[in-house]
C-alpha cells in the first residue's frame, strides 16, 4: 500500500484528489469503480440530492469487502423553525420549493439510511446514535409529521444524527 499523507499531514503526490465538480451520486464516473478500500464521510449524506444513488456510487467505487465510514447529522440545519422537528412537517413538494435554491438538508432518517444501505449490498458492522431528540421533543410534533414521517416509530425519529460503518459484499 502507497502512503498518501506524510509526516506534516501533507498529501504525497497525487494519491488524493478532491473533485469539485462531481457530486457523490456521480462520482464513479470520473474516477472509476471498484478500486477503493474505504471511503469516509463526515456530515455529508444530510445534503445528498439522492440517497438511493449516492450508496449505489459508493458500492461501485468500493472493492468487495471495502468499507465505509459515515457520520451523519439528522439535524435542522436552520434556526428559524421554533422546534427542532419542525423541518419534518413540510410536504415534500414544499420542502422541494423551499430548498431549490439553497443547500438544505435532504431529510432522510436512519431507516431511509439503513433500507439503502441494505439495497446497495453493505452490511453494517456498526451503528451508534450520536444525537437523540426527548420523547417529548417527537411527541410533542407527531401529530403534525408530514406523512412519510408519520408512519416511522418515536425510536427512529428521536435519531437526530448517528454513526456507521459498513462493508461492501
Known amino acids: ?8 499531514g501533507g498529501v504525497i503526490g497525487d494519491s488524493i484528489r478532491y473533485l469539485s465538480d462531481s457530486p457523490i451520486e456521480r462520482a464513479a464516473e470520473p474516477i472509476g469503480g471498484g478500486g477503493f478500500d474505504i471511503i469516509v464521510s463526515r ?38 423553525e421554533r422546534h427542532p422537528l419542525q423541518f419534518l412537517t413540510y410536504s415534500q413538494l414544499l420542502w422541494a420549493f423551499m430548498s431549490s435554491n439553497i ?3 435532504n431529510r432522510s432518517r436512519w431507516p431511509d439510511h439503513r433500507a439503502s444501505l441494505e ?19 417527537v411527541q410533542g410534533i407527531r401529530a403534525r409529521l408530514a406523512s412519510r414521517f408519520r408512519t416511522m416509530s418515536d425510536d427512529d425519529l428521536a435519531i437526530a ?7 461492501g459484499v
Do not use: W
Open 103 to 105: 443547500s438544505r438538508i
Open 119 to 137: 439495497r446497495n449490498r453493505f452490511v453494517i458492522e456498526h451503528f451508534e446514535v450520536t444525537g437523540r431528540y426527548t420523547r417529548q421533543q
Open 161 to 167: 444524527g448517528f454513526f456507521v460503518v459498513a462493508r
Open 43 to 80: 456530515s455529508v449524506l444530510e445534503h445528498v440530492y439522492d440517497l438511493e444513488e449516492t450508496y449505489a456510487s459508493c458500492r461501485r467505487l468500493l472493492s468487495t469487502g471495502g468499507l465505509m465510514i459515515h457520520k451523519v447529522d439528522l439535524t435542522n440545519h436552520s434556526d428559524v
Open 1 to 8: 500500500m502507497l502512503p498518501c499523507i506524510d509526516p506534516d
